[in-house]
Protein backbone atom coordinates (compact mmCIF):
# COMPACT_ATOMS: atom_id res chain seq x y z
CA UNK A 1 0.00 0.00 0.00
CA UNK A 2 2.95 2.31 0.42
CA UNK A 3 5.95 2.42 -1.68
CA UNK A 4 9.21 3.47 -1.26
CA UNK A 5 11.39 4.43 -3.85
CA UNK A 6 14.30 6.99 -4.86
CA UNK A 7 17.42 5.55 -2.98
CA UNK A 8 20.57 5.19 -4.24
CA UNK A 9 24.49 6.45 -3.68
CA UNK A 10 25.54 9.48 -3.59
CA UNK A 11 28.80 11.59 -2.71
CA UNK A 12 28.23 13.43 1.14
CA UNK A 13 26.97 17.00 -0.06
CA UNK A 14 24.96 15.95 -2.36
CA UNK A 15 21.03 15.44 -2.85
CA UNK A 16 18.69 12.55 -3.48
CA UNK A 17 14.60 12.73 -3.24
CA UNK A 18 12.62 10.24 -2.04
CA UNK A 19 9.06 9.06 -3.30
CA UNK A 20 6.57 7.06 -1.00
CA UNK A 21 3.42 6.69 -3.10
CA UNK A 22 0.22 4.76 -1.62
CA UNK A 23 -1.69 2.86 -3.93
CA UNK A 24 -5.17 0.53 -2.82
CA UNK A 25 -5.81 3.26 -0.26
CA UNK A 26 -6.15 6.99 0.96
CA UNK A 27 -4.39 8.16 3.69
CA UNK A 28 -6.58 11.47 3.90
CA UNK A 29 -6.25 12.57 7.43
CA UNK A 30 -2.92 10.66 7.83
CA UNK A 31 0.33 11.64 9.07
CA UNK A 32 2.31 10.35 6.27
CA UNK A 33 6.34 9.81 8.03
CA UNK A 34 9.52 8.63 7.46
CA UNK A 35 11.93 6.64 9.27
CA UNK A 36 15.55 4.89 8.64
CA UNK A 37 17.90 2.18 9.77
CA UNK A 38 21.63 2.35 9.51
CA UNK A 39 23.11 -0.93 10.26
CA UNK A 40 23.90 -2.28 13.69
CA UNK A 41 21.22 0.38 14.87
CA UNK A 42 17.80 0.68 15.93
CA UNK A 43 15.17 2.37 13.59
CA UNK A 44 14.59 5.89 14.30
CA UNK A 45 12.27 9.00 12.99
CA UNK A 46 13.26 11.24 10.30
CA UNK A 47 10.60 13.17 9.37
CA UNK A 48 6.33 13.68 9.31
CA UNK A 49 3.79 15.30 7.46
CA UNK A 50 -0.01 15.87 8.49
CA UNK A 51 -1.69 15.22 5.10
CA UNK A 52 -4.49 18.05 6.59
CA UNK A 53 -3.09 21.32 7.20
CA UNK A 54 0.81 20.71 6.15
CA UNK A 55 2.34 20.68 9.41
CA UNK A 56 6.18 19.07 9.34
CA UNK A 57 8.00 17.62 11.97
CA UNK A 58 11.69 16.23 11.54
CA UNK A 59 14.46 14.87 13.57
CA UNK A 60 17.06 17.22 15.25
CA UNK A 61 19.31 15.44 12.87
CA UNK A 62 17.84 16.48 9.73
CA UNK A 63 16.41 19.89 10.22
CA UNK A 64 17.55 22.34 7.88
CA UNK A 65 18.58 19.70 5.31
CA UNK A 66 15.71 17.28 4.80
CA UNK A 67 12.47 18.73 3.72
CA UNK A 68 8.93 16.84 3.56
CA UNK A 69 6.35 17.05 1.18
CA UNK A 70 3.34 16.18 -0.78
CA UNK A 71 1.30 15.43 -3.48
CA UNK A 72 -2.61 15.74 -3.07
CA UNK A 73 -3.22 14.43 -6.24
CA UNK A 74 -1.16 11.48 -6.55
CA UNK A 75 -1.47 10.89 -2.87
CA UNK A 76 2.77 10.34 -2.48
CA UNK A 77 4.76 11.98 0.32
CA UNK A 78 8.81 12.80 -0.64
CA UNK A 79 11.75 13.46 1.00
CA UNK A 80 14.04 15.95 -0.32
CA UNK A 81 17.57 15.18 1.47
CA UNK A 82 19.93 17.70 0.89
CA UNK A 83 23.48 18.12 2.24
CA UNK A 84 24.11 14.55 2.59
CA UNK A 85 26.17 12.99 5.06
CA UNK A 86 27.90 9.83 5.25
CA UNK A 87 25.70 9.20 8.72
CA UNK A 88 22.85 9.76 6.49
CA UNK A 89 23.38 6.16 5.02
CA UNK A 90 20.69 3.93 5.89
CA UNK A 91 17.19 2.18 4.26
CA UNK A 92 14.50 4.63 4.63
CA UNK A 93 11.10 3.18 5.11
CA UNK A 94 7.83 5.44 4.50
CA UNK A 95 4.98 4.50 6.85
CA UNK A 96 1.67 5.93 7.64
CA UNK A 97 -0.81 6.59 11.09
CA UNK A 98 -3.75 7.77 11.80
CA UNK A 99 -2.94 10.29 14.30
CA UNK A 100 0.74 11.46 15.62
CA UNK A 101 0.87 10.03 19.13
CA UNK A 102 -0.48 6.44 17.24
CA UNK A 103 1.72 3.78 16.38
CA UNK A 104 2.59 3.97 12.83
CA UNK A 105 0.69 0.86 11.33
CA UNK A 106 0.88 1.16 7.64
CA UNK A 107 4.94 0.33 6.44
CA UNK A 108 6.40 0.31 2.45
CA UNK A 109 9.37 -1.31 1.88
CA UNK A 110 13.13 0.32 2.29
CA UNK A 111 14.80 1.91 -0.12
CA UNK A 112 18.69 2.13 0.81
CA UNK A 113 20.33 5.61 1.00
CA UNK A 114 24.59 5.01 0.39
CA UNK A 115 26.39 8.53 1.00
CA UNK A 116 30.07 7.95 0.65
CA UNK A 117 32.69 10.24 1.74
Known amino acids: QLQASGGGLVQAGGSLRLSCAASGRTFNSYVRGWFRQAPGKEREFVAAIRWSGDRTFYADSVKGRFTISKDNAEATVYLQMNSLKPEDTAVYYC????????????WGQGTLVTVSS
Open 95 to 106: AATSALGNEYAY
